[in-house]
């Protein structure tokens, strides 16, 4: 039975990644609170007397200093009768977040939304230091907040967008997303992330459209390419996604998952020649990726009984006699030549594989049936027996040592090794299997 196209389908794996553009925004948390040290007047609350002249000294040292800048602010916070004014714990939030003292800053920033709830950049604060520690439940309250209140920065629509998407709400993301881009159309993160609902929604036509504008501004960049190829691939038009590949490929663009991804697609069009070529590619910013896939590849040749054509692929990697890496290498190589029945040769590639792996089930078993092919009963026995005391190996040697007893005429030793397969995994035709055979059993008496 050929099962190519199904195993080759599985290994393409290109279901569109729709959050594959909610990566985290470029936006510097820092910068947006050291920016909100100068208070707007009329709208947020005073500080007193004594607190603005300290707040004058400790301002500028925010960000070059900022443990000295607590140290000062915390000198005048204990020594005060009176609790600090919601303005001064505003300010002392963004030292101990420049110090990289969060709960601290969560506290301070709190209570200054607590006193005074219109507090807007208290709020914005708030909403950054939560979305920074990847609280994204708790921050969406607070940019909400402030958008409530006011605030038209794109960054504080972005950032909201962000976290409603973490927390999956699209709808309200995207509303967010979109005002983001009204303030600020260039944005890269704002576009990402209205990619990645678009593809999540199966929004299909926007979001070719946001891709092919990024990829305008911003050829240089590959992951555009790759998210254009599966928004064709989730659309079924896989030739021009492989054209796409193959343009991006030509322009040196293609990274390792572009060149992947394309190499999938020439093998399921059967386009041997080119995806051996593309996966050989692969090989060179990705040895172990690239392996991967080639061996994969003549896997699948080896089960469409292209037999020539696994060949060639498999003549492209080399095998370092005493690797421990390379035993799928020799296992696929194994099985090339079992397909081709040479079977010493089979027996040889095993032979090698065994010496570095002597407990490998898999081998264990390919040993077996190249020497039961070879009318070797008994090393295909000693073989098949060495297998099943392999975890993993078990089953199959139970299945294989069955067929071997069942043909010596030796029932009840079937039977044993069929009922220790169905006691791994239940099988209708295995369970018929031991039905015909338990009745060859002669009776006692």
């Avoid at 190519?4 to 910068?31: C, M, N, T």
């Avoid at 709960?103 to 920074?132: H, I, Q």
């Avoid at 958008?147 to 973490?166: A, I, K, P």
């Avoid at 999540?200 to 459209?209: H, K, M, P």
């Amino acid at each position: 039975m050929k099962t190519s196209k199904l195993i080759l389908l599985l290994s393409l794996a290109v279901a569109v990644q729709g959050a594959a553009f909610a990566s985290e925004p470029k936006v510097d948390p820092k910068r947006i609170i050291n920016e909100s040290s100068s208070f707007l007047k009329e709208r947020e609350p005073e500080m007193t007397e004594e607190e603005y002249a300290l707040y004058q000294k400790v301002v500028t040292m925010l960000a070059s200093n900022p443990e000295f800048a607590v140290k000062l602010l915390e000198a005048m916070y204990t020594q005060d009768k009176e609790p600090p004014s919601p303005a001064f714990q505003f300010i002392l939030g963004n030292a101990y977040y420049a110090a990289n003292q969060s709960d601290k800053a969560e506290a301070d920033y709190r209570g200054a939304v607590k006193r005074y709830p219109t507090f807007l950049r208290a709020w914005v604060n708030l909403g950054v230091l939560y979305y920074s520690s990847g609280r994204y439940a708790d921050a969406v309250p607070c940019f909400s907040k402030a958008v409530e209140l006011g605030d038209r920065d794109s960054s504080t629509f972005g950032l909201l967008g962000y976290s409603l998407q973490r927390e999956g709400d699209l709808v309200s993301a995207e509303m967010a997303y979109m005002q983001a881009l009204s303030g600020d159309p260039a944005n890269v993160d704002w576009k990402e992330g209205l990619l990645g609902i678009c593809i999540e929604g199966r929004q299909f036509t926007r979001a070719e459209s946001l891709v092919k504008n990024l990829i305008k501004e911003h050829p240089e960049d590959s992951q555009y390419w790759l998210e254009y190829a599966n928004i064709f691939l989730a659309e079924g038009r896989k030739v021009e996604a492989t054209v796409l590949l193959e343009t991006a490929s030509g322009a040196g663009l293609a990274n390792t998952q572009e060149l992947s991804l394309l190499g999938d697609l020439y093998a399921e069009q059967e386009m041997t020649r080119e995806a051996a070529a593309i996966y050989q590619k692969v090989l060179v910013p990705s040895p172990e990726l690239g392996e991967k896939k080639l061996i994969h590849y003549a896997k699948v040749l080896i089960s469409s009984e292209k037999l020539q054509d696994a060949q060639n692929v498999l003549g492209m990697m080399k095998v370092d006699e005493n690797d421990p890496d390379g035993i799928e290498l020799r296992q696929t190589r194994a099985d090339l030549f079992a397909a081709q029945r040479k079977w010493p040769e089979e027996l040889k590639e095993l032979d090698g594989l065994l010496k570095i792996a002597p407990m490998n089930g898999k081998a264990l078993i390919s040993l077996g049936r190249a020497y039961e092919a070879d009318d070797d009963v008994p090393r295909a026995t000693l073989a098949f027996e060495t297998a099943f005391g392999v975890q993993g190996s078990t089953y199959v040697a139970s299945l294989e040592l069955a067929n071997i007893e069942l043909k010596n005429k030796h029932y009840a030793k079937s039977v044993e090794y069929l009922q220790k397969a169905l006691s791994i995994e239940k099988s209708d035709e295995v369970q018929d299997f031991l039905v015909r055979v338990r009745s060859m059993v002669p009776k006692e008496g």
